[in-house]
C-alpha cells in the first residue's frame, strides 16, 4: 500500500477565549472545510515550540491564523519563515490564511504593517480581480461576501505575486505567489457566529472609529462561497 504524506497544518495561534463554548479550533475548522478524514493531517504548533518536519514529507500546508503579529519578529516566526522559504523549491500546495496569509507575503519579500485604515472584522464584501479568472482557486467564483478580522494587512505584495482580490480596506486581499502558493486574509473557515466573537474582540477599536457595533453584528452572516475556498484548495492536492 503506498503511504500518505500528510497535509500539514503550521498552527501559529489559537481561537478567542470568547470562543471556549465552541467545539474546535482553528485546525479543526480547516480540516472540518476540507471535508477530509482528520488521519489526512498532521499539526505543527510553531507558536508552542513544535518543530517543523523534513518539506519531503508532506503534500500540502495550511497555515492558521493567530492574534500574533508578523511584525513582532518572533523566534518561532522567524524559523517558519526561513521553513517556508526552503518548501518553496517544491511544487507543494501552500495556503496561509489571515495570519498566515501575512507570513507568506512577509517570507517572499512583501510588507506586512498595522493597515492605516484601521482594524478590519466582520462579514465584508471581496471583489476578485481579472487574474482571479485564471486561478485554480478562484476561477469561475464571482465578488462574494467572506469573514475577516485583521488588524495588520499586507500593504505590499512579494514582488512577483498576482493579486486575486481586494476589499474596501485592503487592496492585498488575496493572492497567489509562483503557482502553488496561495494567500486569503480572509477565514474560509469561520462561520458567522465565530466571525461575530471577533467583532465583539474589536469593540474599542470600532467604537473609537465611530462604527455601530449593532449595525456591524447584524451585518454577519453566512459566507457560502467563502466557505468552498478550503474545499478547492484539498481538490488540489494529490492524495
Not at 463554548?21 to 482528520?38: C, K, L, N, V, Y
Not at 507558536?47 to 518539506?55: C, E, F, K, N, R
Not at 518553496?88 to 492605516?116: R, S, W, Y
Not at 493579486?163 to 493572492?175: E, G, V
Request: glycine share 6%; charged share 15%.
Amino acid at each position: 500500500m503506498k503511504s500518505r504524506q500528510a497535509i500539514l497544518i503550521i498552527k501559529a495561534g489559537t481561537k478567542l477565549s470568547s470562543l471556549a463554548d465552541t467545539a474546535g479550533d482553528f485546525e479543526q475548522w480547516i480540516i472540518s472545510a476540507m471535508h477530509r478524514p482528520t488521519e489526512d493531517f498532521s499539526i505543527i504548533s510553531v507558536a508552542t515550540g513544535d518543530v517543523l518536519p523534513d518539506p519531503a514529507s508532506i503534500s500540502a500546508v495550511v497555515i492558521t491564523g493567530s492574534t500574533a503579529m508578523v511584525t513582532d519578529s518572533s523566534a518561532w516566526v522567524d524559523s517558519t519563515v526561513t521553513w517556508l522559504r526552503q518548501l518553496a523549491d517544491t511544487a507543494v500546495p501552500v495556503l496561509g490564511i489571515c495570519f498566515g496569509h501575512q507570513l507568506l507575503a512577509h517570507t517572499f519579500g512583501g510588507d506586512v504593517l498595522d493597515n492605516p485604515q484601521g482594524v478590519e472584522v466582520g462579514t465584508v464584501d471581496m471583489y476578485l480581480t481579472d487574474a482571479a479568472a485564471n486561478d485554480a482557486l478562484f476561477a469561475d467564483m464571482q465578488n462574494m461576501k467572506v469573514q475577516t478580522s485583521h488588524r495588520q494587512a499586507v500593504m505590499q505584495l512579494p514582488a512577483t505575486a498576482i493579486r486575486l482580490a481586494s476589499t474596501a480596506m485592503d487592496k492585498n486581499h488575496a493572492f497567489r505567489y509562483r503557482d502553488n502558493i496561495w494567500g486569503v486574509q480572509f477565514h474560509p473557515e469561520f462561520n458567522a457566529a465565530i466571525t461575530c466573537k471577533y467583532i465583539e474582540y474589536y469593540r474599542q477599536d470600532l467604537l473609537q472609529a465611530g462604527l455601530d457595533m449593532t449595525q456591524k453584528i447584524q451585518a454577519c452572516h453566512e459566507t457560502v462561497a467563502a466557505n468552498k475556498i478550503l474545499q478547492r484548495f484539498s481538490g488540489l492536492i494529490g492524495i
